[in-house]
Every structure is written in C-alpha cells, then in structure tokens.
C-alpha cells in the first residue's frame, strides 16, 4: 500500500503518498446520491475509474441528503438530533469509502456547509439541530463559531468522524466547510479562530494525520483561513468563466504565489445546471481540466454537476486523456515551474494571423471597500497583458440599488486591423435586472436593458446570457463599460482580431530536463461553440522553450482527445532550446511531453 496522502516535503504545491509515489486528484465531486443511495455510486464510480479518475468529493451534511450524519428526528433515515449520528447514512459512507478503496480513489469528506447556518438563498437552519429553537445552544448562526457548547458538540462529531473513518486510506482529507464565507453574518476573524481550534483538535486526535482544509464560494477565499498552517492545502470555487483555460491559469498562479500549499478548484462550472447544458460538449471542461494540469494545479478542477452533467452527457470520456497524459509524471520530484515560451509564425513572411483575447477578471465583490469597485482604467497591450488587471471586477455594479459600488470600466485599445470588442455576459442580479452600455470614444454604441421580470423570484437571471459587442476600427480607441441599471450582472470581455500572430494561449512547466506544454487555440471555447462562433484553423506555428541542458531530447506530441500520442521526435539539445511546431490547421488544443533521453549504463564486463 501506497499510504495514506500528504503535502509533498520537495515540491510543497503537489500532493505525494508516504511511499513517495505522487498523487494528482483527477475527478469530480460526487456529493450525494441522486435517487438510489450507494447503487448510485455502484454505478458512477467505476465509470470514472474506468477513465482514470481517482478523487471524489462526499458531504456528510443536510437534511435531505442520504449521507447526512448529524439531523433532527424525524428526518429521513434515523436521525435522532444533536449529537447523535444516523447509523443507516454511517452504513453508507462506510460502503461508499470501501469502494472508493477498492476502485483506488481518494475522497474529500466534507463535514458541514454554509446552507446549515443560513437563512438566505439555500437555508437549512431552522432544521439545524444547533438552532437553539430545537433545543440547541445557538440562538442565531454566527454563535456556531463561538459558542463554547457548540465547539464542544461539534468536536465530538469529528471524535466520530475520526473514530469510525480515521482509519481508512481513501480519505484524502476532512474538509471543515462548503463555502463558509456564505454562513449568515459571516466573521472572517471569528471563523479563522474556529477553524485553528478545530484542526487543532484533529490533529490531536488523528493517528493517521490526515490533510485539512475547507472551501469558500468567493474564489479569492480568506486569505485568514487560507494562511493558516493548520490548513494543509488550499481550494477555489469559480463559476461561470467565458475563458475557462484562462480563469484557471489566473487563480493558481495567485495562490501559488500566495500560500505556497496545494491548489486546485474543488468546484468548478459554467454555472447553473441550465447552463451546463448550453455546452454538452464539455468544452469547459476540457479546457479547465488540461490547463489546471500546466498551470501549477494540484489536481484537476472538480466538476460540480457531476450527475445532470457527467453522467447525464456521457463526459468521463474528457477525464481518460488527462489521466494518460499525467500517468508517469512524478509531480512531486518534478518541481515544474511555469515557463514562458516564445509563440511565433514557422516562417518569416507568413500570412499575417490576427488572435482574439478574452479577458476573465477575477475579482468580485459586494464590499463597497473593496477597490475593485470603484471606476478604473486598463490599458490592453498587443501581446494581451493587461494593466492593473487585479482591479478588473467580472461584477459590473448598477447605479440604483448600490451607487456606492458602481464600477465602470475603461479600456485603453489598439486594434492592429478592424475587430470587435465584446461584453460576455454569464448572469444577472434576480434583485432588479441590470444594463449595459459600451462606449466608443466617448460615443455610446450598444445600450442594452436587462430588467428584472421575475419580481417574486431573486435567483440569478440568466435569460439575457451572452455576448453583447460593437465593431472596431484600426488604431488607438477609448472604450468604456458601464452598467446604469439597478443592479449587477456577472461580466467577461473579448477583443477579436487583436493579438498579431497565432492564435495560439501555451500553458508550460519545466525544470532543466523536462518539461509539459498545452497549446490551445484560443478561440476554442464554450462560449464561442455556444453562440456558433467556429475556432479560425490556426497554421503551422514554433514554440521555443528554452533553459535545457544539454543533451538528446524526446518530444511526445499527445492528441488531448484520445489520450494517444500522435508522433515522438527526438533532437539533440546544445544551446538550451527546443522548438516544437504545432498541427496545421490547429482548431482545438494539443499538449507535448518533452524529457531528456536518459543513457542507458553500460554493463559491466
């Protein structure tokens, strides 16, 4: 047996098993069962294994849930309230675990979420047997974290937790919280508190050591929770995104270079179920499954609907590629690093290519504090790099109901050849609509109105998703994005014909005598297939990678949707540099393995 999973002591953004061996999470969440309990998993579990998955994620957690441990009396099963622990869902974790060890997963228990201590969207706690008005010691949520009977009664949940699953090899780690930050009167200081004490706990009480951690529905996380050593790795949550591949590299390159711990995107997603839908492909998932892996990821990003998603639309098949490509690969003796390669045309004199750039901020915020919500300009270089791109907020604040975060957006443009400029618009506030209005050059072109129609209903509105653009011309251009409705919409941009050269995003990790390369053309997204917008076939193109040391190099060149390697090459290194060229014709992604021929030891006469 390999053991159980720990932070990797030589490369402390990997995971690696007590023999050494390294683990990188390829799976999906898997929470609850649908309608048939454990035969669910008897059915969704090998199907994922057959394709080289090897995670899920369980909650232990809420009232309808088969699994839920701790619950009220006369809930499904036999939950007899607090402090007492339903032994039919127990009978199922312990099978649900047992199979997970058999099929070679590890699983991510989760032990509560935010839903037990809210009254908001998605509430469960007038059924939380912690309301004081079943006799629990809270009067209101936010006690939970400091009430001195509530810890006390929580710590002998995971005193059962550890007593009855401790034990096994397929828990990967116990997970505190689902998305704490959404618990009513959520207090950043008070929850870190709550989590230092408690992981405390466990480790005191867990001879087998396992992982920590917990989740946050805002994807930057708290950074107060986050930081804490007591939280061995680190999670995202993140929906919604135009650019998946995009959105992915942003977010582990700055918790990479925030925490120095394991990464990945515990739960990731266009979005709503109904939005899942507009891409049965899986293009997003695809794409943030591939980029996750050459983007310092931990693991791969973990779909959330795992059964009117994956199961519904057949989608194990995007899991098997990315297993056979990361087979072999010791990520945690590796220490990859990213690197930069240089893209260009194979041929001075080539046809001029003309790329598009999609822009997918990464900041949100209901804080009038924050800084991201006040007006700014962005300077869009040629390459694609942005100015102050951290200010850039994928939520475009309304003037009625919260003028204080109103946020317009400026954007500094040079178009090498006419294009357009395009507002992505994935979801707007169900609290009174919004609008939108793009300006060029002081002059208004589009002014769109998505009100709210829906009064009695505050879900995401998500009947005006899409892209909204103007045409552009050559040269230097002024635009600015405003909302003027009453509240937010969720937002992305994309600039046509603007990047001179291939089209063509490289994601890398290298070290001195290897190195992983994922080539995307960048127009391959889910939101281009959703509004018919067909990827421009990119020609031939070089990709230099450079600081190798010398020597015989192989180049695998791997089809990213059959798992296959398509040819391998093999050149002499001396100057430190290795090119590789691209298909012609490229329209989705292709990915490279590159390591250096080992000489064989001669024998001994």
Same mark, same amino acid.
């Given at each position: 047996a390999k053991g159980y999973v720990r932070t990797s002591s030589g490369s402390p953004l990997y995971f690696e098993f007590d023999s050494g061996d390294s683990y990188f999470p390829i799976g999906e969440n898997m929470c609850w069962p649908k309608d048939r309990g454990t035969y669910d998993y008897d059915e969704w579990m090998p199907k994922l294994a057959a394709n080289g998955g090897n995670y899920i994620r369980l909650w232990l957690i809420n009232e309808w849930n088969e699994l839920g441990l701790e619950r009220l009396s006369g809930s499904p099963g036999d939950g007899n309230g607090l402090g007492r622990y339903d032994q039919q869902a127990a009978w199922r974790i312990d099978y649900i675990l047992g199979l997970a060890q058999e099929l070679g997963f590890e699983v991510l228990v989760c032990i509560e979420s935010f839903n037990s201590l809210s009254t908001g969207p998605h509430p469960l706690w007038e059924r939380y047997p912690y309301n004081a008005a079943h006799d629990g010691p809270c009067a209101a949520p936010p006690e939970f974290f400091t009430d001195p009977e509530a810890k006390r009664l929580f710590k002998r949940r995971l005193r059962y937790l550890l007593a009855r699953w401790g034990y096994s090899r397929a828990v990967l780690a116990w997970e505190f919280w689902n998305e704490v930050d959404l618990t009513d009167g959520y207090d950043s200081e008070a929850v870190a508190e709550w989590h230092r004490e408690m992981a405390r706990y466990v480790r005191a009480i867990d001879p087998w050591s396992h992982l920590l951690t917990t989740s946050f529905a805002a994807t930057a996380g708290d950074s107060a929770i986050d930081g804490l050593p007591e939280m061995d790795f680190v999670q995202s949550h993140s929906y919604g995104a135009a650019d998946m591949?995009?959105? *992915?590299?942003?977010?582990?390159?700055?918790?990479?270079?925030?925490?120095?711990?394991?990464?990945?995107? $515990?739960?990731?997603? *266009? $979005?709503?179920?109904?939005?899942?839908?507009?891409?049965?492909?899986?293009?997003?998932?695809?794409?943030? %499954?591939?980029?996750?892996?050459?983007?310092?990821?931990?693991?791969?990003?973990?779909?959330?609907?795992?059964?009117?998603? *994956?199961?519904?639309?057949? %989608?194990?098949?995007?899991?098997g590629p990315v297993a056979a490509f990361a087979d072999g690969i010791e990520w945690a003796v590796e220490a990859y690093t990213p690197a930069a390669p240089a893209v260009r045309c194979r041929e001075e004199g080539s046809p001029a290519e003309f790329g598009s750039v999609t822009v997918t901020p990464q900041r949100g915020s209901w804080d009038a504090d924050d800084p991201s919500n006040r007006p700014h300009t962005f300077v869009i270089h040629k390459h694609g790099a942005i100015t102050n791109s951290a200010l850039l907020s994928r939520v475009l604040h309304g003037l009625r109901n919260h003028p204080d975060k109103h946020n317009p957006a400026t954007f500094d443009v040079d178009y090498p050849v006419p294009g357009r400029f395009e507002v992505i618009v994935d979801g707007v506030s169900g609290h009174g609509g919004a609008s939108l209005t793009i300006s060029l050059d002081g002059k208004a072109r589009l002014v769109a109105g998505f009100p709210d129609d829906r009064p009695d209903d505050t879900e995401t509105i998500h009947s005006y998703d899409g892209a909204y653009g103007i045409d552009v011309p050559p040269g230097r251009h002024s635009i600015l994005v405003e909302n003027e409705g009453a509240d937010w919409c969720y937002v992305s941009y994309r600039l046509t014909n603007y990047l001179a050269g291939p089209n063509l995003r490289v994601l890398a990790l290298s070290n001195r005598t290897s190195a992983l390369l994922w080539v995307q053309n960048r127009d391959h997204t889910w939101t281009n297939h959703r509004e018919g917008i067909t990827a421009k076939p990119v020609s031939v193109a070089e990709i230099e990678t450079d600081g190798f040391e010398a020597g015989d190099y192989e180049i695998e060149e791997w089809d990213t949707y059959t798992g296959t390697v398509v040819q391998v090459t093999t050149i002499e290194v001396d100057d430190g540099a290795i090119v590789v060229r691209t298909p012609d014709g490229l329209t989705t992604d292709v990915a490279y393995k590159i390591r250096r021929i080992e000489e064989e030891p001669h024998e001994r006469p």
């Open positions: 591949a995009g959105n *992915v590299k942003g977010w582990a390159e700055r918790k990479a270079e925030a925490y120095a711990k394991p990464h990945y995107f $515990g739960e990731f997603g *266009v $979005g709503t179920p109904w939005g899942e839908r507009s891409d049965p492909a899986g293009i997003h998932h695809h794409n943030g %499954l591939w980029a996750a892996m050459h983007s310092q990821c931990a693991g791969t990003p973990m779909t959330w609907w795992w059964c009117c998603y *994956v199961e519904k639309h057949g %989608l194990y098949d995007n899991f």
